[in-house]
């Protein structure tokens, strides 16, 4: 459950102070499926990096499962990032230098899992994104839908609660497109929350909830629960 | 994070980026290796210095004529002219039980010729504890006889440079040579490398003391050279020997002691100034080093801001991922370091192969503050950088802004 009340985030630019969230009011239940749409400079990455605790809220509240991360210090807002969040980014932003089992592992060994534990779960990972053939490649060994699904298992290897994708189909071709979000909605489906910022229709219209942003507000929320 | 995650993952990165590293290890390497050599040279220098000192004799003292002292007041009434030293004020010293032996000494310029050549040399009279004293080695022959010092035999010994400038590759003992316009006859020539203090004893010709008084018909001696029977007996051996002068010289104290201990006193300075110099060289290689190293690691860790905003992604904190660079640069720089040390050394070895004369080597404290130096320089100049990174707005360090 994730509870945000009247954020409000501004950035100094030059002379200017840019309001990239005014009052931003957002309830999303466990297991919710929300596509974030807006042109460009609407807030809604700053609201992705709000939502993933890598940003503060200069005020308002953000409670997530019941805890006011506004008023957690660093160590405790990456604590909260390791265990209970996922990323997915647009550019994968996969370690050039790991082969694709040791990406997944990778949150794994910052956590100080066991050997033995994160082999397990690395083999599970890669079973369930079909990966298994292609767990000793490096990233520049694999094509961008293969990167972005190693992305994917390295997000949710720590088995969170929340999944934030930001423009994940950005730089991958139609199909491998196609297959990510499928792949996302897949997880969405088993649980998780998934939260998607997309430029493409396409993309958002396939969500349960939509959210538009304008200028820093959410100008739109419609939920279609038909779908699923 | 487990300690054995934290070594992998760093050396992962180290190896992940192999042209940085082995930059970074030059850099590092280059230091080290400088600060050991130099250090090496400035003890080397230090060494021969010594060296000479024990060349020129063990526990000795230097007698001269004159009072070296400067006193305040009116100029003399009376020009104050020091007496001579005589060969009896010498010989007098033998009196004392802390005085091992004496050379005295009356040195002059004077041409020395055999048949057609000749050449214009320092002659040195003395005796025969001359030799002993100034650890002079004889190559053949033998050296002035164990005579009554106050007797002119007419014998010489010669300095090696001025046998075979004279005698070229013919037998010189045995011959006679002139110096001045008297004959005399060759009864030994000193070894090879007699050279002490700058002074290049190869180019001289020793007689007996008297002989020389009355080649440059004077009575009066040049120095006195003393050898105190121990280190423990050199102050008594000072006292005395002024006290028996003093006591010839109606009671007037005019000559001047002269100590190794005064003498190395004054080189003393020159060694620490160069000790100083040296230290300061070696401080400016590895200060270049740090900044060597601080360059490449501020290169690296903008092109890996991308890593680190991932690993804060990823939930490490701050502190992680300045533990994990920590380690990164204690690994590089000790890595570095000991090959430094290696290569330093096989430097030295090198240098002590050229030049065999000059004694080169490493304090021990060197190779040991070179590498704690280097861990340290590594450390801040390697964790500067990254801990900027490491403060880095994830959000920015992701999309690189």
């Known amino acids: 459950m994730i509870e945000l009340q009247q954020i409000e985030r501004n950035f100094p630019v030059g002379d200017e102070i840019v309001q990239a969230l005014s009052g931003v009011d957002l309830q999303m239940p466990a297991g919710d499926y929300v596509s974030v749409m807006g042109p460009s400079g609407s807030g809604k990455s700053t609201l992705l990096n709000v939502l993933g605790l890598l940003d503060r809220p200069n005020a308002g509240s953000y409670r997530m499962n019941g805890v006011e991360t506004t008023e957690l210090v660093e160590e405790g807002r990456a604590a909260l990032r390791r265990d209970h969040i996922g990323f997915v980014f647009q550019a994968f932003h996969l370690v050039p230098r790991l082969t694709a089992a040791d990406n997944i592992g990778l949150p794994m060994i910052l956590a100080g899992v066991e050997p033995k534990e994160r082999r397990v779960r690395i083999d599970q990972v890669l079973h369930s994104l079909g990966l298994v053939d292609r767990a000793q490649h490096r990233p520049d060994q694999l094509s961008g839908g293969q990167r972005q699904r190693v992305a994917i298992g390295r997000a949710i290897v720590m088995q969170p609660d929340l999944l934030l994708a930001d423009e994940p189909t950005g730089n991958l071709d139609q199909q491998s497109g196609s297959d990510v979000i499928s792949l996302l909605e897949q997880l969405n489906a088993d649980g998780i929350t998934l939260v998607v910022v997309t430029h493409d229709l396409a993309i958002g219209k396939r969500a349960r909830r939509r959210i538009r942003m304008v200028d820093g507000h959410i100008t739109r929320d419609t939920r279609t629960d038909a779908r699923g | ?401």
């Not at chain 2, 400067?70 to 010498?90: I, V």
């Not at chain 2, 040049?222 to 423990?232: H, N, T």
């Not at chain 2, 620490?272 to 601080?294: D, E, H, P, Q």
């Open chain 2, 1 to 401: 994070m487990r300690a054995a995650d934290v070594f992998r993952f760093s050396a992962g990165s180290l190896a992940g980026a192999p042209t940085r590293t082995l930059l970074m290890l030059l850099a590092m390497c280059i230091g080290v290796a400088s600060v050991v050599v130099l250090t090496a040279l400035g003890e080397g220098a230090r060494r021969y210095v010594v060296g000479e000192f024990a060349e020129l004799g063990t526990h000795l003292l230097i007698m001269l004529p004159g009072r070296s002292e400067t006193t305040g007041g009116a100029p003399p009434m009376f020009g104050e002219t020091p007496r001579d030293l005589t060969l009896d004020d010498a010989l007098a010293l033998l009196r004392e039980r802390s005085i091992l032996r004496i050379a005295p000494l009356t040195i002059g310029n004077a041409p020395v010729s055999f048949g057609a050549r000749e050449r214009e040399v320092t002659v040195i009279g003395s005796t025969h504890e001359f030799f002993p004293i100034r650890h002079l080695s004889i190559g053949t022959g033998r050296p002035l006889p164990k005579t009554d010092p106050k007797r002119a035999y007419n014998v010489a010994v010669l300095g090696s440079g001025l046998r075979s400038e004279l005698f070229g590759n013919t037998r010189a003992l045995g011959q006679w040579i002139r110096i001045n316009d008297r004959r005399y006859r060759v009864i030994g020539v000193l070894g090879e490398g007699g050279e002490s203090l700058g002074q290049n004893l190869d180019d001289m010709v020793v007689i007996p003391v008297a002989a020389a008084q009355s080649l440059f018909n004077t009575p009066a001696l040049f120095r006195v050279l003393i050898q105190a029977r121990s280190e423990q007996d050199i102050e008594q051996a000072k006292r005395a020997a002024r006290d028996i002068i003093r006591e010839r010289h109606d009671g007037e104290d005019d000559i001047t002691i002269i100590t190794q201990d005064a003498l190395l006193a004054t080189f003393d300075k020159i060694l620490r100034a160069l000790t100083y110099s040296v230290g300061g060289i070696a401080g400016i290689s590895l200060a270049v080093a740090g900044i060597l190293i601080m360059n490449v690691m501020l290169v690296a860790v903008s092109q890996r801001v991308g890593e680190i905003g991932l690993l804060k992604a990823l939930g490490a904190p701050e502190r992680q991922v300045l533990r994990l660079f920590l380690v990164e640069a204690v690994m590089l720089a000790s890595a570095g370091a000991a090959l430094g040390v290696l290569i330093g050394l096989v430097g030295i070895f090198a240098l002590r192969q050229a030049f065999p004369v000059f004694p080169i080597a490493a304090p021990l404290w060197a190779p040991a503050a070179a590498v704690a130096v280097a861990i340290v320089t590594g450390l801040l100049f390697g964790v500067l950088p990254a801990r900027r990174a490491a403060r880095l707005d994830p959000v920015q360090a992701l999309t690189g802004r």
